[in-house]
Each structure stands twice: as C-alpha cells, then as structure tokens.
C-alpha cells in the first residue's frame, strides 16, 4: 500500500471520485483524524454515514455517501491546508461558505468541528477543507 504525504487529501479525493463515477459509498484507510473529519461531515449533513470496519489487521473507514435514490449533496469538496502551506485562521478570520450553505473545518485546540462551531466557542485553527 502507498502511504501519502496527505492524508485527509486523499480521503477528500477518495470522496470525490467516488461521486464521480456514482459510487454510494467509498473505503478509506483508517486514522483518527480521517474518521473525525468524516463523523463532522456526516453531522453537517453533507454524507449519508460512517463506519469503521475492522478489515483483517487494518481498520477501513466505510463512507457511505448517499442513497440509491437520493442525490449527492456535495457540489465541491477541497483541502484547504496543505503540508506546503498550511493555512490558519483566528476566529474572526474564518471563512464562511458559499453564504453559509457549505462548511469549513477547523481543526482547533478543542478538536475539529464546522467553522460555526469554532466561532461560537472563540477558537482559531488550522482550516482543514471546505465543502459545499
């Protein structure tokens, strides 16, 4: 298996190819942050559920992310800091997408959590992606 310099790039890329060639759900190599990200995009509604399997000695993240029937509610998904540039934001500084219908990710001295969350708890961060 070929380990990444980025990580949660992959996932996101993962993710994005997978809505791509219409795929409901996608397996992603497990890590604590991979899975914190995906249990905070799940809660701002934009996949459908997460799972953490244990496949043989790995664990495999399942990231389901929509129904047969319904549509994909992610239009873009990006990495916003990268290992070259990471970016950071004081609490004021972070930005809010697409008028609020998307999401930023905010990895803060509290955890990771939305850029909403972030702001009403005082906290600045490493901006980890942003989604919409």
Not at 48 to 56: A, F, I, Q, Y
Request: aromatic fraction near 4%.
């Amino acid at each position: 298996m070929l380990t990444s310099t980025d990580p949660i790039a992959d996932m996101l890329t993962r993710i994005r190819n997978a809505i791509a060639v219409n795929r409901n759900s996608v397996d992603v190599p497990y890590s604590k942050l991979k899975n914190v990200v995906a249990q905070q995009l799940q809660a701002a509604g934009f996949l459908k559920g997460v799972k953490v399997l244990e496949d043989g000695k790995f664990k495999v993240i399942q990231i389901e992310i929509a129904d047969q029937n319904q549509p994909v509610k992610i239009t873009h998904i990006e990495r916003v800091s990268k290992p070259g540039r990471r970016m950071y934001a004081k609490v004021g500084d972070i930005p809010r997408v697409k008028n609020g219908r998307g999401v930023v990710l905010v990895s803060t001295s509290k955890g990771v959590m939305t850029g909403n969350e972030a702001q009403k708890k005082k906290l600045g961060g490493e901006l980890i992606c942003k989604v919409y």
